[in-house]
T-cell receptor, first 113, second 115 residues
């Protein structure tokens, strides 16, 4: 059972435009959500997170939105840059998860100059 | 601050052979995780340590996989005997604490190919 789902395997956007990556989850006990970015041959690096008590968290060009009623979160990158091209993983955790992260399948973002 | 160190970076073995991976977490991080990432999928937790005790190993195939974290610092993950479906990237991660909402920091991973 896939508790965290990223239904778009890939996304292509033009440099300077907005990139929107989506993630859905099924477990209502999740209360902490994270986005990781992964370049080829490297480990995932933490990008941004959001607690379930918030509906938005912003860090520079990156904003994460959380819609608890829909069990949906999204990552917005504005403006997109070619260096943002990578695989983005959504992850979720909660107190009853003991701190472990449950990952989605990933979305490969390609930002074209 | 040094990151999570893993070795080796790459390993190719034949099926039924054994293999071991090593991880050194970020200094001071009490929690250590081993994840398996199969191509095209997200990382899946194999085992979680808090200091040198196991917190969660529910997804670890215990008939062939084993892991230990002696002295609550370095950790090794072993596969014996390996199967073709074990081909994956094995990621080690660490975090300062567990049970609270915090990010985990990942190493570069070990890419295992079983032929």
């Amino acid at each position: 059972d896939q508790q965290v789902k990223q239904n778009s395997p890939s996304l292509s956007v033009q440099e300077g435009r907005i990139s929107i990556l989506n993630c859905d989850y099924t477990n209502s006990m999740f209360d902490y959500f994270l986005w990781y970015k992964k370049y080829p041959a490297e480990g995932p690096t933490f990008l941004i997170s959001i607690s379930s008590i918030k509906d938005k968290n912003e860090d520079g060009r990156f904003t994460v939105f959380l819609n608890k009623s829909a069990k949906h979160l999204s990552l917005h990158i504005v403006p997109s840059q070619p260096g943002d091209s990578a695989v983005y993983f959504c992850a979720a955790s909660g107190y009853n998860q003991g701190g472990k992260l449950i990952f989605g399948q990933g979305t490969e973002l390609s930002v074209k100059p | 601050e040094a990151g999570v160190a893993q070795s080796p970076r790459y390993k190719i073995i034949e099926k039924r052979q054994s293999v071991a991976f090593w991880c050194n977490p970020i200094s001071g991080h009490a929690t250590l995780y081993w994840y398996q990432q199969i191509l095209g999928q997200g990382p899946k937790l194999l085992i979680q340590f808090q200091n040198n005790g196991v917190v969660d190993d529910s997804q670890l195939p215990k008939d062939r996989f084993s892991a230990e974290r002696l002295k609550g610092v370095d950790s090794t993950l072993k596969i014996q005997p390996a199967k073709l479906e074990d081909s994956a990237v094995y990621l080690c991660a660490s975090s300062f604490v567990s049970g609270v909402n915090t990010e985990a920091f990942f190493g570069q991973g070990t890419r295992l190919t079983v032929v």
